[in-house]
């Protein structure tokens, strides 16, 4: 038996659990809040273009709107000043999106301190624990925030939601087994989005990854972001794999995805 087809096999009796880690996409899917001036992006909407009916009496079918980052999505490098010159999400390599999975828990600690960060610290402790990171890993962030993701007002939360912190983001960008970083929120970093924030871009001498450190130093290295997980509780810290499944859109910043994880069952 060849190990294509083993793999198959223990799919089908259960020995392999497939986990959706995907947010369904619907109307009131979150989208990541942008203060003004700044523009938003779309969410999502769909149009009905026929239903058995006279526009089309055999068939069903309809039209979608959605911006490239809402629900599940990959965040390529293109996104980010610092990777405005990397690859678009179609032109990410189907390798960088199959690897690893290295879980970082910290429940605990997000229902203490919604926006929680995390700093290089809880990486390497990680890896005191587990073992270096593999080679090609996703690792996430497993913060239990996406039980919040039918409640827009919570999962938005104004003060922000669980991030990543300057030195944390630095720390995934240097590693070279690091492909990308996912999380259970509505983005990688997070951000304030009350009635009186204001987006607060840093100063000349500040270092250029203070606002968004997730996005400019990973995205700027050629390692990519995940968000809106789902189902994060069911992995374990580390021995699962991932398949990361973005739309590859020509040009495209980001690309809605569809995401699954592969589980040994015990």
């Given at each position: 038996?060849t190990?294509?087809?083993?793999?198959?096999?223990?799919?089908?009796?259960?020995?392999?659990?497939?986990?959706?880690?995907?947010?369904?996409?619907?109307?009131?899917?979150?989208?990541?809040?942008?203060?003004?001036?700044?523009?938003?992006?779309?969410?999502?909407?769909?149009?009905?273009?026929?239903?058995?009916?006279?526009?089309?009496?055999?068939?069903a079918?309809?039209?979608?709107?959605?911006?490239?980052?809402?629900?599940?999505?990959?965040?390529?490098?293109?996104?980010?000043?610092?990777?405005?010159?990397?690859?678009?999400?179609?032109?990410?390599?189907?390798?960088?999106?199959?690897?690893?999975?290295?879980?970082?828990?910290?429940?605990?600690?997000?229902?203490?301190?919604?926006?929680?960060?995390?700093?290089?610290?809880?990486?390497?402790?990680?890896?005191?624990?587990?073992?270096?990171?593999?080679?090609?890993?996703?690792?996430?962030?497993?913060?239990?925030?996406?039980?919040?993701?039918d409640?827009?007002?919570?999962?938005?939360?104004?003060?922000?939601?669980?991030?990543?912190?300057l030195?944390?983001a630095?720390?995934?960008?240097?590693?070279?087994?690091?492909?990308?970083?996912?999380?259970?929120?509505?983005?990688?970093?997070?951000?304030?989005?009350?009635?009186?924030?204001?987006?607060?871009?840093?100063?000349?001498?500040?270092?250029?990854?203070?606002?968004?450190?997730?996005?400019?130093?990973?995205?700027?290295?050629?390692?990519?972001?995940?968000?809106?997980?789902?189902?994060?509780?069911?992995?374990?810290?580390?021995?699962?794999?991932?398949?990361?499944?973005?739309?590859?859109?020509?040009?495209?910043?980001?690309?809605?995805a569809?995401?699954?994880?592969?589980?040994?069952?015990?």
């Amino acid at each position: 038996m060849t190990s294509l087809s083993s793999f198959v096999k223990s799919i089908s009796t259960g020995a392999i659990e497939v986990v959706d880690l995907t947010t369904p996409l619907h109307a009131g899917t979150p989208t990541v809040p942008v203060p003004p001036p700044f523009a938003p992006t779309a969410g999502f909407s769909m149009n009905q273009v026929s239903n058995f009916d006279e526009n089309g009496p055999g068939w069903a079918w309809s039209d979608i709107t959605l911006g490239e980052h809402v629900g599940t999505h990959v965040d390529a490098p293109r996104h980010w000043i610092s990777g405005r010159d990397g690859l678009s999400v179609d032109e990410i390599p189907p390798v960088r999106l199959v690897g690893p999975v290295a879980v970082i828990d910290k429940t605990e600690e997000v229902l203490a301190n919604p926006t929680f960060l995390l700093e290089a610290k809880h990486f390497v402790e990680w890896e005191e624990k587990h073992g270096p990171i593999e080679p090609g890993s996703w690792v996430i962030f497993r913060s239990g925030w996406s039980a919040y993701g039918d409640d827009p007002q919570r999962f938005l939360n104004p003060n922000g939601w669980p991030g990543l912190s300057l030195d944390g983001a630095k720390w995934l960008a240097e590693n070279p087994a690091v492909s990308g970083y996912g999380v259970e929120a509505v983005g990688i970093d997070s951000v304030s989005s009350g009635d009186d924030s204001e987006l607060e871009l840093p100063d000349e001498d500040a270092d250029p990854g203070e606002f968004g450190p997730g996005h400019y130093y990973l995205l700027g290295s050629d390692k990519y972001g995940l968000t809106s997980l789902r189902n994060v509780d069911r992995l374990p810290a580390k021995g699962a794999t991932i398949v990361v499944a973005p739309l590859p859109i020509v040009g495209g910043t980001a690309g809605p995805a569809r995401v699954f994880a592969f589980v040994e069952q015990s």
